[in-house]
């Protein structure tokens, strides 16, 4: 659906800097776009394709070519016909491009129509290198190429520098560089409209080009042509160039008044703006002499050398190298020899008088600068400048401060989407990799949303060469080495330029695998079409062009080649195998979906639905049973599906679903690492009751008006897909429409992939200097829609100005998610302590969104409406509902509101931020971080043990003597509430498993170690008992199992989390993921259990067949497993009670061998069968090498042992 922003001739309105140069380019009558999308400019052509219905009205044909250089390549026939053209790229593809554009640039632009179109190349540049795999400096190789460059400053001229570059480009004939940063690309703010001008020529109206007109020595770049058109450049139109700079007066010397002063500064580019905000935030605005050059290369002389008499030291402030720098030594020096210029001087930029100057690493921010400049000023002082030193001082000194936070907040690197068909591709090949044969395979690299395979749980990334090329690095490797090699290649890489790798290899005769992951997107930059596809950026019907022929048809019929899925793991991984072996080419081709573009339209049939009927009779969704889960995570170190999540139980951490993520595409289920993965089928009769709509949300008070002297500051911190970008998109519209000054900027390179992203909006009064950055310690507001991210982002907080809103869910980094890595758990005490922390207002956001909305979707607006409530954003309600109704999708309007509405009711009935007054049971709160009571789990167990009974009686009686043996426990030890809680489970739990007499040998062992224990110590080795011994014996085997899969607490826990309502017709069924093993007469027997059997009613069933133990454990039937228990209850128990009394800490390190909470997740003994064996056996030897000198414990018995103690 088409924007009406790119329509509007007039007024003010709030875009980012991809929406202005379309918007841009439409008010300059270009006629062409094309090119190939990379980040930071990458959206250019998610909006063309959006909007292609305003490019047809307005005669603008946008095409996306195959690779960069066909896009410059296409400037080059716009321009023989006299049509303004623009090509879009990133800065590496650049690199691509740079043969054409230097063609181009060199031929005469004058078209056969008789009219001269512009060629502006816009090249994105990211200096700090956030989502690109270098860092981008294009300056000089478009000098390089001879290119004009022109660099805006600010979202208005970011637009209206589109026709200026064009106009440009005709007055000098060359191809001129329109240079943007990723902080001007993905940033914006509100700018000044005109109307949209079409091109004179458009592809609505086609001409016929007359040919007898070719001047063939200007437009054909070969020798002897190419001698006399270079001497045109360089003596013809780069003098042209400054002739129209001059004329137009492009480049300016801002804040002259006439006086000498010891400095000046020079800035072009977002530079500019951050030295402005630097200044103004020093105090310093307007003091000193600044020559704003809009075209930097060449750079116009005449104003360098009138700059050079009204100041003593030029400060030169740019990014990366020193481009502008270096020509204003160049021009200056001329100046002196030529007599015009008395004197030089000085010129600093890269260095200071006392030391480095501006970086030439990384990128600028405006707090480098106020730290660079505010120290120069303070080491150069300026008489002509009022500079207050204190005020510099308290400038530094809160910089100085935010630097001493020391605050170690775990990275959070980006991760492949919950339903991405590569991961099924890495997870296959990474579990390979675990076998002898096959683990020394190399891996090429290549540019791709795979590019994250070099990211943990993977690691699938040995080298990384270029976009399409990890199959010709193989090359070179090839002849040298006896390694089998692959190499992974997206299908836009493919048809980009990948397909001349694979015949390279070919033709070569290389010994490697291409795996080409076939999602029918380019979805690394945003999801737009590839010649797969069947249609282009206009929406017009296109010939698909089919990956598997076009390798078919290169290998005639001597190689490999196979179509396939990657979703069906088992079928996978044998294939991968047998490739592997063979020798030659081989080409498996990964045929799945993109995830997102797939259950995004999923997502719309199912709102379809909704809108239509009000509810969906039927879903299914992946649940993980929490009580058989045994935190092992070979599900997340196997998949790294952030679809899965870390959650807090009584026995510690486990990991569950995270519903607002996952797709449920059931690929964690196929890892078959152990049986608590279930499908979860919910059927209604009528939609399901609301929750929110319990709470009245009508007539909240209306906050104090919140009124800001010069500007305003957020930063918003959060992960992608939590809805930050639509946060600032909301502030931003909003201040709009308030009429202030509006910046902001969205980092949001790697945002649809679960990596940090953040976003700035500034509001100023129309006085005050602000770029699209907020400085460091200045935010007046800091929301955190993750605790995480927002611990992160206090470089930008402070006590004295910053307030902060957060919600205090953490979304688990891949690392935390594969047990590599832990999260710190001071993370809100530190926000809470770098901001104002009278203000400060936190709270498990994301629960409560779940469990008022369904989803953690919403968190962001109602933090929105807690910041509104509390007085915090300076605009009017009336404003802010009506950015929130612009920029979310119709269908979730009313949804957003209600979440506004209920964001300002907390402020107002904070209660509701401990879930109070929300639910009668307190075990939904168990969903939500919250603990039960002793007390409630000890009547809620008694309860569910004399309902467990099929003679009643007996589970009454069953019942009280449970209520006795815990109770007299409790008593005994006297402890805390949580190791009471823990008892009480532990102890239903093992009668469960077993019977009465078998939780009784629980406890009096855990009673032994009890008063062998330290309260000095805090009774550790009691806690570490109470939970260990009941480990090993609650063993989790195919009767323990299905009772905990049917557990009444589990069921009642599900019906909560997927608001399921008995009285409202509403039914929850199971479809247990189960592989059953056996051994029968010495041989293990393993079967995935159907479908059709796989539901409660035979879980129950199984689980009241405790009596078929005593023949199975004759057989050998977790014999391991009941060895283990064995050997943890008397060999490991029994070294800590004798020796506790003389070598407590020794004593304490052996009760742990099994789960030390001080060592990694991976050292812990958890899981099922095969990943659990070598882990007990590991656990033995580490306790052998504790046991003193000389001591001799007996072998681990390996024979069946007895289910008894």
Not at 41 to 65: H, K, P, Q, S
Not at 685 to 692: A, Y
């Amino acid at each position: 659906m088409s924007d009406k922003r790119f329509v509007q001739g007039s007024g003010i309105n709030a875009f980012n800097g991809n929406e202005l140069i379309v918007k841009g380019a439409l008010e300059s009558k270009v006629g062409l776009m094309a090119g190939y999308p990379g980040s930071p400019v990458a959206e250019v052509f998610t909006i063309l394709e959006e909007n292609a219905e305003i490019l047809r009205e307005c005669g603008l044909w946008a095409e996306m070519t195959n690779d960069e250089s066909q896009g410059a390549a296409a400037l080059n026939g716009a321009l023989d016909v006299g049509v303004n053209a623009v090509a879009v790229m990133k800065s590496v593809g650049l690199n691509v491009a740079a043969d054409p554009i230097n063609i181009i640039n060199y031929a005469d632009k004058l078209g056969l129509s008789g009219k001269r179109g512009g060629a502006l190349v816009v090249c994105g540049d990211d200096p700090h290198a956030s989502s690109t795999q270098v860092a981008g400096d294009s300056r000089q190789l478009m000098e390089h190429l001879k290119m004009a460059i022109i660099e805006p400053s600010t979202p208005q001229e970011v637009k209206d520098w589109i026709g200026e570059g064009l106009r440009l480009s005709q007055y000098s004939n060359l191809v001129v560089g329109y240079l943007i940063t990723t902080y001007l690309a993905e940033g914006g703010g509100s700018v000044v409209l005109s109307e949209n001008q079409p091109s004179e020529i458009t592809f609505k109206n086609p001409i016929t080009l007359d040919i007898s007109k070719i001047d063939i020595k200007r437009r054909v770049s070969i020798p002897p042509n190419t001698w006399d058109l270079e001497k045109e450049i360089i003596r013809e139109r780069f003098p042209r160039v400054h002739e129209y700079v001059r004329d137009h007066k492009l480049d300016k010397i801002l804040y002259d008044d006439g006086r000498k002063h010891r400095i000046g500064f020079i800035a072009a580019g977002i530079s500019y703006s951050y030295l402005e905000q630097a200044l103004w935030e020093l105090g310093l605005d307007e003091q000193f002499p600044i020559l704003k050059p809009a075209v930097t290369y060449p750079l116009e002389p005449e104003i360098v050398g009138e700059l050079s008499k009204k100041v003593e030291n030029i400060i030169v402030v740019e990014e990366k190298s020193p481009a502008i720098e270096n020509q204003v030594k160049t021009i200056l020096d001329d100046l002196v020899q030529e007599g015009r210029l008395s004197s030089m001087p000085k010129v600093w930029g890269k260095f200071f008088p006392q030391g480095d100057g501006f970086p030439e690493e990384s990128g600028l921010t405006p707090s480098n600068l106020i730290e660079k400049v505010g120290n120069l000023l303070l080491e150069l002082g300026d008489p002509a400048a009022n500079i207050d030193q204190k005020k510099i001082h308290n400038e530094l000194d809160l910089l100085a401060e935010i630097k001493a936070y020391g605050l170690l907040v775990p990275p959070r690197s980006p991760g492949f989407c919950a339903g991405c068909p590569h991961r099924e591709t890495l997870s296959a090949v990474h579990s390979l990799r675990d076998t002898p044969e096959h683990k020394d395979i190399f891996a090429h690299g290549d540019i791709g949303c795979y590019s994250m395979s070099f990211l943990p749980p993977f690691g699938e990334m040995h080298n990384l060469t270029a976009m399409s090329l990890g199959g010709a690095a193989g090359s070179g490797m090839d002849p040298f080495v006896t390694n089998k090699q692959y190499a992974l290649m997206g299908d836009s890489t493919f048809f980009w330029r990948g397909m001349t790798a694979i015949s390279n290899s070919i033709k070569e005769g290389q010994d490697i695998l291409y795996l080409i992951l076939d999602n029918k997107n380019t979805a690394m930059t945003g999801h737009q079409p590839t010649p797969e596809t069947g249609h282009n950026l206009m929406g017009d019907k296109t010939t698909p062009q089919d990956i598997e022929s076009i390798v078919r048809a290169m290998g005639q019929g001597q190689i490999y080649v196979k179509k396939m899925p990657p979703s069906n793991r088992e079928k996978y991984m044998k294939e991968l195998d047998k490739v592997f072996e063979k020798p030659g080419v081989k080409v498996i081709i990964a045929d799945k979906e993109c995830g997102i573009t797939f259950h995004k339209r999923k997502r719309s049939e199912r709102n379809r639905i909704i809108e239509r009927q009000g509810f969906v009779k039927k879903e299914t969704f992946v649940n993980i049973s929490q009580e058989v889960c045994e935190n092992c995570r070979e599900c997340t170190k196997n998949t790294g599906c952030p679809g899965l999540t870390i959650i807090d139980t009584d026995y510690g951490e486990k990991i569950g679903i995270d519903q607002s993520i996952c797709v449920s595409d059931t690929y964690c289920t196929k890892v078959m690492a152990c049986p608590s993965f279930e499908k979860v089928i919910i059927t209604r009769n009528k939609p399901p009751k609301s929750r929110v709509k319990n709470i009245p949300l009508d007539n909240i008070p209306q906050p104090a008006p919140h009124r800001f002297k010069d500007t305003w500051k957020v930063f918003i911190s959060g992960v992608g897909g939590m809805g930050v970008g639509v946060m600032s998109s909301v502030l931003a519209r909003a201040g709009t429409k308030e009429g202030y000054h509006v910046r902001f900027n969205d980092k949001k390179g790697l945002a649809i992939r679960n990596g940090a992203v953040s976003a700035h909006v500034l509001y100023s009064n129309g006085m005050a200097k602000i770029s699209t950055i907020v400085p460091n310690g200045k935010a007046d507001l800091l929301m955190g829609v993750d605790l995480l991210e927002a611990e992160r982002s206090l470089v930008y907080a402070s006590q004295v100005h910053t307030t902060a809103v957060v919600n205090t869910t953490v979304v688990p980094t891949i690392p935390m998610l594969a047990g590599m890595m832990t999260y710190p758990p001071d993370a809100e005490e530190n926000i809470r302590r770098h901001t104002n922390s009278d203000e400060y207002f936190g709270g498990r956001i994301s629960e409560i969104s779940e469990l008022y909305f369904g989803s953690k979707l919403f968190t962001n607006i109602i933090l929105l409406g807690a910041a509104f409530q509390k007085g915090l954003v300076p605009v009017s309600e009336q404003n802010l509902v009506d950015a929130i109704m612009e920029t979310v999708p119709a269908s979730q309007r009313a949804r957003n509101m209600e979440a506004f509405r209920l964001g300002r009711k907390m402020v107002v009935s904070p209660e509701l931020l401990d879930f109070k007054n929300i639910v009668a049971d307190e075990r939904i709160l168990t969903l939500f971080g919250a603990k039960e009571s002793y007390q409630s789990i000890l009547d809620m167990k008694a309860k569910q043990i004399s309902h467990s009974y099929w003679m009643f009686w007996k589970g009454k009686k069953t019942a009280d003597e449970y209520r006795r043996l815990v109770m007299s426990t409790v008593a005994t030890m006297g402890l805390d509430e949580d190791t009471n809680r823990g008892i009480a489970r532990r102890v239903y739990d093992l009668i469960m498993w077993g019977d009465l007499s078998y939780a009784e040998k629980y406890v009096d062992r855990v009673l032994e170690v009890f008063r062998n224990d330290r309260a000095d110590k805090g009774f550790a080795a009691t806690n570490i008992a109470m939970l260990d011994l009941h480990k090993v014996m609650a063993i989790k085997d195919e009767i323990y199992t299905p009772h905990l899969l049917t557990d009444d607490e589990k069921l009642d826990r599900d019906k909560i989390r997927y608001n399921v309502d008995d009285k409202n017709g509403d039914r929850i069924t199971y479809e247990h993921i189960n592989r059953p093993e056996f051994e029968v007469f010495g041989k293990q027997v393993r079967f995935d259990l159907p479908q059709w059997l796989a539901h409660n009613w035979l879980m129950r069933i199984f689980k009241h067949m405790k009596w078929t133990r005593t023949i199975l454990d004759s057989w050998g039937w977790h014999k391991k497993e009941r060895a283990f228990r064995d050997w943890y209850k008397d060999d490991v128990v029994g070294f800590y009670l004798k020796t506790a009394s003389t070598d407590y800490d020794l004593a304490l390190r052996a009760l742990r061998v099994i789960n030390d909470p001080y060592r990694p997740n991976e050292f812990a003994v958890t899981g099922f069968r095969e990943v659990i064996y070598p882990k007990m056996d590991k656990a033995r030897r580490e306790f052998e090498q504790l046991v003193e000198p000389g001591q001799e414990l007996p072998v681990m018995p390996m024979i069946s042992a007895s289910s008894e103690l």
